[in-house]
């Protein structure tokens, strides 16, 4: 069974850090963009950052760019997503996705994917 599983999400104060896990089972991640994505409540879903199945190639949303950093460790099957900085405004439900074929920018820009996680709660407040 093919399957993403997002971890790390938290309670935190302004200022503060989380990092996300994104694992993925039934698959090898080596071919796969994979993404950060995020949605508020009564909001769209977004694409925070996505990485290219190398990791050479990384794309981020203006709003986080500088606080947030995605990197990917192949031999674990996992990708992060460090969280530096935090705001109220980055609360939401963050989800990793898959994807074959797109270019990060695609996927980061059109929020595409192949595979989806369940996703991980990220609330920043005081």
């Known amino acids: 069974q093919l399957q993403l599983v997002e971890s790390g999400g938290g309670l935190v104060q302004p200022g503060g850090s989380l990092r996300l896990s994104c694992a993925a089972s039934?698959?090898?991640?080596?071919?796969?963009?994979i993404g950060w994505f995020r949605q508020a409540p009564g909001k769209e879903r977004e694409g925070v950052s996505c990485?290219?199945?190398?990791?050479?190639?990384?794309n981020y949303v203006d709003s986080v760019r500088g606080r947030f950093t995605i990197s990917r460790d192949n031999a674990k099957n996992t990708v992060y997503l460090q969280m530096n900085s935090l705001k109220p405004e980055d609360t939401a439900v963050y989800y990793c996705?898959?994807?074959?074929?797109?270019?990060?920018?695609?996927?980061?820009?059109?929020?595409?994917?192949?595979?989806w996680g369940q996703g991980t709660q990220v609330t920043v407040s005081s």
């Open positions: 990485i290219s199945n190398s990791g050479g190639m990384t």
């Open positions: 039934g698959f090898t991640l080596d071919y796969y963009a």
């Open positions: 996705a898959a994807s074959k074929g797109l270019t990060v920018q695609a996927m980061c820009v059109l929020s595409l994917g192949d595979y």
